[in-house]
């Protein structure tokens, strides 16, 4: 039987290039792009949480456990994992967080077994995503025990998610592109939230 797999989507950035807002709330053909992600990522947990910063309200109809940044000054993606950490490691069911990007509609719907997979080779490493020799290391297992090192690498100054991963032990999963689709393709511009329009045609056909 599979151990239990706790999920977090990041959501918590500032989202600077797009201007400012909740990017993963823009319409991404005829639904918000959150909604897109959670529906990738639900049916591959157990649990489902969303690190979001400000007001949680705006993300009541999604239905999920809105964990704010624990640490201050908006330090990146690292802030957010470490909330889902803290989320995850204060319960008895989940010893595995599965991290993705709020922002990455097209990830692939084998992303947790195959991490989980790997991370049960090597249950004390960071399991992260590689596709095409590129890491992506928001897309991610994170083993029970990572919030303290994590904790306190941001505390140093530390913001980095490459520095603080190739800081612990790690392994990599390499997924290919399926259909022609860039599985890790991510939103960060008006031109991609368009091409985003433009490969969802594709993998709907």
């Known amino acids: 039987m599979r151990e239990a797999i706790a999920g977090l989507i990041l959501a918590g950035g500032l989202s600077s290039r797009m201007g400012g807002g909740d990017k993963c709330l823009l319409n ?6 959150l909604r897109h992600v959670i529906d990738r990522t639900e049916p591959q947990l157990d649990a489902l949480a969303l690190n ?8 009541a109809a999604f239905g999920l456990p809105i964990l704010p940044d624990t640490v201050p000054g908006f ?21 595995r967080l599965v991290t993705v990007a709020g922002d990455t509609p097209f990830f ?27 890491e992506h290391p928001v897309f991610a297992l994170w083993p029970a025990g990572m919030a303290a090192p994590l904790r306190a690498y941001l505390a140093e100054g530390g913001r980095k998610v490459f520095d603080f991963i190739h800081s612990r032990p790690f392994v990599c ?5 399926a259909t022609g689709l860039a599985p890790f393709f991510n939103i960060n511009t008006k031109q991609d939230l368009a091409e985003a329009e433009r490969m969802m045609e594709g993998d709907s056909q």
């Open 28 to 33: 991404l053909a005829g639904k918000p792009l």
């Open 52 to 59: 979001a910063n400000g007001d949680p309200h705006r993300f």
């Open 75 to 95: 330090p990146g993606p690292l802030a957010g994992v470490l909330a889902g950490l803290e989320w995850m490691e204060a319960q008895t069911s989940f010893r």
């Open 108 to 134: 692939p719907h084998d992303l947790v077994v195959r991490l989980a997979s790997a991370a049960d080779e090597a249950p004390n490493a960071i399991t992260i995503a590689r596709a095409a020799g590129r």
């Open 173 to 177: 999963v390499d997924f290919p592109a």
